[in-house]
């Protein structure tokens, strides 16, 4: 039968696909972009900024570290829902269990009266933990970018999963 929802199949999935994956993608491009702005500006403050007229001080860049760490933090909660796992990154669950490990690290500094060392530990630990989750939410943006066409065919392909 010609003109059937079976015939225009292959079409009417690829318009479906791409307007699901087109609202995952924008939010996926604005949380990059927001963690690059986060990470960045800052350090182009400082460092901008004569320091005679400096209104931003190095505390505020060991401050600019918690921003960086909430958004990174709402990011991977809002990415835990609503990212479907076959566009997850292979490094998000290590990044999530580094970071419920930095939570109870940090809990057990408190209780211990030793947050001196705890804040020590975590002026170096949170570039990198920033660094990594940035490095998963690109990763992550190329897999949701790849050709629709490519992911249609059989589903999605093994090579978009790893």
Not at 111 to 117: A, D, G, R, S, V
Request: hydrophobic share 55%.
């Amino acid at each position: 039968m010609k003109g059937s929802v079976s015939d225009n199949f292959p079409q009417n999935w690829y318009i479906f696909v791409a307007s699901i994956m087109a609202s995952v993608q924008l939010y996926k491009r604005i949380d990059l972009w927001a963690q690059v702005v986060a990470i960045i500006l800052p350090w182009v403050i400082f460092f901008i900024v004569p320091k005679e007229g400096r209104v931003f001080h190095l505390e505020h860049i060991v401050a600019s570290y918690f921003i960086v760490g909430i958004c990174q933090v709402a990011s991977a909660i809002i990415n835990r829902f609503r990212l479907p796992d076959e566009y997850k990154a292979k490094g998000r669950k290590r990044y999530v269990q580094a970071l419920v490990g930095i939570i109870v690290f940090t809990f057990a500094g408190y209780m211990l009266n030793i947050l001196i060392f705890v804040f020590m530990v975590l002026l170096y630990a949170s570039p990198a933990m920033a660094l990594w989750y940035l490095i998963i939410t690109a990763l992550e943006l190329k897999k949701l970018t790849a050709p629709v066409s490519d992911i249609i065919d059989t589903g999605i392909k093994e090579t978009h999963l790893q």
